[in-house]
C-alpha cells in the first residue's frame, strides 16, 4: 500500500519554474514506478513524466521535454518534477501516481497506476 501526498505547486508566471514534490508513505516505495500526470479544466488526465524504481530511466510528454526533469530520492520516499520555462497552457492539477508492486515497467496511462495523490494546483500566468 502506497500513499501519496503532492505539494510546491502555486501561481507562477510565464517563463518562471516550480518544484512539485511528491512525498510517499508505505515501504514498497522504492520499488515503486511512479509518474506524473495533469488535468486542466475541462480536460482529461494526461501524461507528464515518469520513473522507474531507481531513476535510471525516465520519459516525459513531448510537450514537457527539455523543460521538466523528474527525480526521486528512495531515502526520503519522494519523488520530485522540476519545472521550468513554464507557458501558460502548464496550467492544470498534477498528480503523482505509483504503479502497483512488481509492475516494473514505465508506463504512460492513467489505467496503469494504482495508486493517486490528490493533487496540486499549478497556474501560470501570461
Known amino acids: 500500500q502506497v500513499q501519496l501526498v503532492e505539494s510546491g505547486g502555486g501561481l507562477v508566471q510565464a517563463g518562471g519554474s516550480l518544484r512539485l514534490s511528491c512525498a510517499a508513505s508505505?515501504?514498497?516505495?522504492?520499488?515503486?514506478?511512479m509518474a506524473w500526470f495533469r488535468q486542466a479544466p475541462g480536460k482529461e488526465r494526461e501524461f507528464v513524466a515518469v520513473?522507474?524504481?531507481?531513476?535510471?530511466?525516465?520519459n516525459y510528454a513531448d510537450s514537457v521535454k527539455g523543460r521538466f526533469t523528474v527525480s526521486r530520492d528512495n531515502a526520503k520516499n519522494e519523488m520530485y518534477l522540476q519545472m521550468n520555462s513554464l507557458k501558460p497552457e502548464d496550467t492544470a492539477v498534477y498528480y503523482c501516481?505509483?504503479?502497483?508492486?512488481?509492475?516494473?515497467?514505465?508506463?504512460?496511462?492513467?489505467?496503469?497506476?494504482?495508486?493517486w495523490g490528490q493533487g496540486t494546483q499549478v497556474t501560470v500566468s501570461s
Open positions: 520513473i522507474n524504481w531507481n531513476g535510471g530511466v525516465t
Open positions: 508505505g515501504r514498497t516505495f522504492s520499488s515503486n514506478v
Open positions: 501516481a505509483a504503479r502497483p508492486l512488481g509492475r516494473t515497467t514505465i508506463e504512460t496511462s492513467t489505467t496503469q497506476y494504482h495508486y
